[in-house]
Structure formats: C-alpha cells, structure tokens
C-alpha cells in the first residue's frame, strides 16, 4: 500500500493561489491504472472531491472548481500538486491527497480510495 503526504502552507490570503504537494512513497505515481486525487473538506461539511491526475498524466476537475483548479505532477520526484487560484474564505478546509485504482472520478466516499494521506488544514484569510 502506498503512503501519501500533503505539504504546504496552512494560511493563504484571499485572491492568493493555495498551492499544495503530495509526496508518495511505496508506489510510482506512473504505475498503469491508478490515479492520484486531491480532496477536501470545509469545516463542517463532507467531502469534495476536486481533481485527479492519472498514471499516464491526464486530468479531470470538478466542473464546479474546474476554472480555478490545476493537478500537475514531477514524476522524477513522484510527487503529484494543487494548484487553487482566487481563493476566498470559502475554500477553508482540509486538503487531502488520496490513491484508487482506477480514475474514480467525482467519488466522495472514503471507501472509494485506497490510501489516503493524513490532511492538511488551510486556512484562507487576511
């Protein structure tokens, strides 16, 4: 089983570009059918399911984030990133990076992933 785990800042200012990385271990992010997702959940909410990027670099957003929303990866690093422009309070939460076999795109139960990393917080304010 793979091991993820989110990196970067916890605060970001509003209209800032929150920008985040998740580091594998165990596991190439290249290896045929599986994807790499980015997830969060605002405080008090469930979760929502943002972007995946898959083993062979392709990626799907959430229409609804898909104007603000960037996945790329460093396959020499196996890391894969978020990029979130515009930022506003509203996208407060935690940030997690997570793993399924098979591009699983929109799912949001936990179930639905394989390995998840432990999270992130980020906090959007001035």
């Known amino acids: 089983q793979v091991q993820l785990q989110e990196s970067g800042p916890g605060l970001v200012k509003p209209s800032q570009t929150l920008s985040l990385t998740c580091t594998v271990s165990g596991g190439s992010i290249t290896t045929s059918h599986y994807a790499w997702h980015w997830i969060r959940q605002p405080p008090g909410k469930g979760l929502e399911w943002m972007g995946v990027i898959a083993y062979d670099g392709s990626c799907y957003y959430n229409p609804s984030l898909k104007s603000r929303t960037s996945i790329s990866r460093d396959t020499s690093k196996n890391q894969f990133s978020l990029q979130l422009t515009s930022v506003t309070p509203e996208d407060t939460a935690v940030y997690y990076c997570?793993?399924?076999?098979?591009?699983?795109?929109?799912?949001?139960?936990?179930?639905?992933?394989?390995?998840w990393g432990q999270g992130t917080q980020v906090t959007v304010s001035s």
């Open positions: 997570a793993e399924s076999d098979g591009l699983r795109v929109g799912a949001t139960e936990r179930n639905a992933y394989d390995s």
